[in-house]
C-alpha cells in the first residue's frame, strides 16, 4: 500500500506580496531651491528635461513671474504627471505560484514522460532511472492509474493480497476532505507506477493537481523533483507508510 506521502494533501502556502508599483521619488541634490514645494506643482515635461536651461522652456501649465520670482501652475494636476511613473516587470509570489501550477497541469494533459528509463535494481525489481537532469520543483511524471475510492480501494486489496505474483501499487491520499486512491496494478507504459521507495533519501515527491473534465474537477498525482536530480539517479520518493505490520513485512520501508 501506498499511503499518502507527507504533505501530499497540504495546500501550499500563496504569501501575497505588495504591489511593486512604485513612483520614483525626486533627487534632492538636482532640486533647485526655489522649486521646492513640489506638491504645488505639476509639471508636463519628464525630470530628464530639467537640466535644459531656463530661458528656453516653453511649460504650458505653469507660469513664471519674474517679479516675485513663484511659480504659479495648475494645482489640479497631480504630482504623478511630473515624476515619470514605474512599474516593475517582477511577477508577484501569486502569479509565479499560478504559472507553476498551468505549467504542471499542462505536463499532465500532454502525458510528459520524457527523462526516464526502467532499469533493473537490486533487491527492488525494477526501477527508474533519469537520462537527464531535472531540477529542483520540476515536474517528472504524472503516477498514472485508476482513481478509486478508500472503500473499492480495500476489495481490490484483498483481491490482490490471494495472488502473490501481484505487486503492491496502491496510492493513497487525502485531498480537499476526500479520500482516494490511485490503483496503478495493471502494467501500463507508464514510469510513475515503478518508482521505488526510499524514507531516508528520497529524490522525488508527490502533490495533488485538480484538473477540470468532462466529468468535473479529479484530482491527479504528479510526482516532482524533490531536489536537483543527476542523470543516472534512481528515482525514489517516500511511500509513507509507517505502520509497524507493514514494515514488519516489507523492512525496505525502513530505508
Ligand atoms: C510501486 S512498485 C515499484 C516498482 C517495482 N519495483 C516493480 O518492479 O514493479 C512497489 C514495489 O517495489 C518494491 N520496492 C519499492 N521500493 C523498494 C525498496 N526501497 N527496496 C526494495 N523493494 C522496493 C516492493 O516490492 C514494492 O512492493
Wanted: glycine share 4%.
Amino acid at each position: 500500500m501506498l499511503p499518502e506521502s507527507p504533505g501530499a494533501s497540504a495546500t501550499p502556502t500563496r504569501k501575497r506580496k505588495r504591489d511593486c508599483s512604485v513612483v520614483e521619488s525626486p533627487s534632492k541634490s538636482s532640486t533647485p531651491r526655489k522649486r521646492k514645494s513640489f506638491s504645488n506643482y505639476s509639471f508636463s515635461e519628464s525630470p530628464s528635461k530639467s537640466s535644459t536651461p531656463r530661458k528656453r522652456k516653453s511649460f504650458s501649465n505653469y507660469s513664471f513671474s519674474k517679479s516675485r520670482r513663484q511659480f504659479t501652475t495648475d494645482e489640479s494636476l497631480e504630482i504623478n504627471t511630473f515624476f515619470e511613473r514605474r512599474t516593475s516587470s517582477r511577477k508577484t509570489q501569486s502569479v509565479v505560484e499560478k504559472e507553476k501550477e498551468n505549467d504542471l497541469i499542462e505536463a499532465i494533459l500532454s502525458h510528459r514522460e520524457d527523462g526516464l528509463e526502467v532499469a533493473e535494481i537490486e533487491n527492488k525489481g525494477r526501477g527508474v532511472i533519469a537520462t537527464k537532469q531535472f531540477v529542483h520543483g520540476e515536474f517528472i511524471v504524472e503516477y498514472v492509474g485508476d482513481l478509486i475510492t478508500w472503500k473499492e480501494a480495500k476489495k481490490r486489496e484483498v483481491k490482490y493480497a490471494s495472488d502473490t505474483n501481484v505487486g503492491c501499487y496502491m496510492y493513497y491520499f487525502n485531498s480537499k476532505a476526500k479520500r482516494f486512491c490511485i490503483d496503478a496494478t495493471n502494467e501500463s507504459s507508464s514510469f510513475g507506477r515503478l518508482f521505488n521507495h526510499s524514507r531516508r533519501k528520497p529524490n522525488c515527491r508527490t502533490r495533488v493537481v485538480w484538473i477540470g473534465g468532462k466529468s468535473g474537477e479529479q484530482p491527479h498525482l504528479a510526482i516532482i523533483a524533490k531536489r536537483d536530480i543527476k542523470k543516472e539517479e534512481e528515482m525514489l520518493f517516500d511511500y509513507g507508510d509507517r505502520e509497524r505490520d507493514a514494515i514488519k513485512e516489507n523492512p525496505w520501508l525502513k530505508d
